[in-house]
C-alpha cells in the first residue's frame, strides 16, 4: 500500500481551492489536484506491507499506525487555526514540476508535527524524508513547459487566499493508483 499522512483540507474551502486553480486554467501542461482530495501532506510513506505480508526488517501498515499515534503524542498539540494561502512551486520557479498554494498561519504547527512524524517513522524503519518539510496543498503538477511562463507571472504578481480552518486531526491515508490518478483513502485518524 501506497501510504501517506495528511492533514485534509475541509468542505467550505472546496469554492476557493477550485477558483485558484482556475486562475491557472489558462496554463497548458497543467494537471489539476481534485479539490475533494486537497490536504497537507505531512509525510510521505510510500509502499508499506501489510503485517502478513512483511519482510523481517520492513516496516508495516501497524507500524505507520503506531508511529501515527505517537507522533500525535510527542508533538503534544491542540487542535490549531491553519490559513491557507500564497503560491509557490517545487523544486524552483525556473523548473516547475508542482504548482502550491502555502500556509500562512500555522506553519509552527504544522512543522512540529512533521517533526515529530520524521522522527516517529524513522525510528519504525520508514525511509528519511528527501526535502525539508514546507507545508503546501498541491494545486497543479506541471506535465509540460507551455504553460510556465503564465505560472511563473502568477507565482511573481499574485498572493491569493484559499481560507482558513482548525486542523483537528492527523489522517493515515493509502494513494490507490489508477487511470485517471491517485484516490485517497483515509485507513487511520489521530485526532489533536
Partial sequence: MRLFFAIDLPDNLRAPFT??????????????????????????LGDTAAEDDAADDEPTVADAKAAGAAAVDAADLSPFEVEVGGLGAFPSAEYISVVW????????????????????????????????????????????VRGKELVQDRLRNTDPTVGRFTAEELRLKRSILGDDGAVHETIARFPL
Fill in 19 to 44: 477558483a485558484l486553480q482556475g486562475d491557472l486554467a489558462a496554463a497548458d501542461g497543467l494537471s489539476f489536484t481534485d479539490p475533494i482530495q486537497a490536504h497537507l501532506t505531512m509525510k510521505f
Fill in 101 to 144: 498554494a502555502g500556509v500562512r498561519d500555522g506553519a509552527a504547527d504544522l512543522k512540529a508535527l512533521a517533526a515529530a512524524l520524521e522522527r516517529e517513522t524513522t525510528d519504525r524503519g520508514f525511509d528519511a524524508a528527501d526535502n525539508p518539510f514546507t507545508p503546501h496543498v498541491t494545486l497543479a503538477r506541471m506535465n509540460d
